[in-house]
């Protein structure tokens, strides 16, 4: 709640089963990308063992008009 109060076990209990919910999982696969809108989305990840590379890029969002239709 921010104001350093206890949460309840049954608000993050609920919280825990949203997110469970609407969670989405797949298998990654040789290639795969991955591109998250950290606006849009709430993310994390499971447990990895294995090589990987991560490559990130940031960006502000802009109210620019797009290109689309043109």
């Known amino acids: 709640y921010g104001d350093g109060g206890v949460i309840p076990d049954e608000v993050t209990d ?19 990308v991955l591109i998250v809108d950290n606006m849009l989305t709430a993310h994390a990840r499971e447990p990895f063992t294995g090589p990987r590379r991560i490559a990130v890029a940031m960006a502000e969002p802009s109210d620019a008009p797009s290109d689309e239709g043109s």
């Not at 949203?18 to 040789?30: H, K, L």
Request: hydrophobic share 35%; aromatic share 16%.
């Open 14 to 32: 609920h919280l825990r089963a949203v997110y469970r919910a609407n969670s989405v999982r797949f298998d990654w696969q040789r290639d795969d």
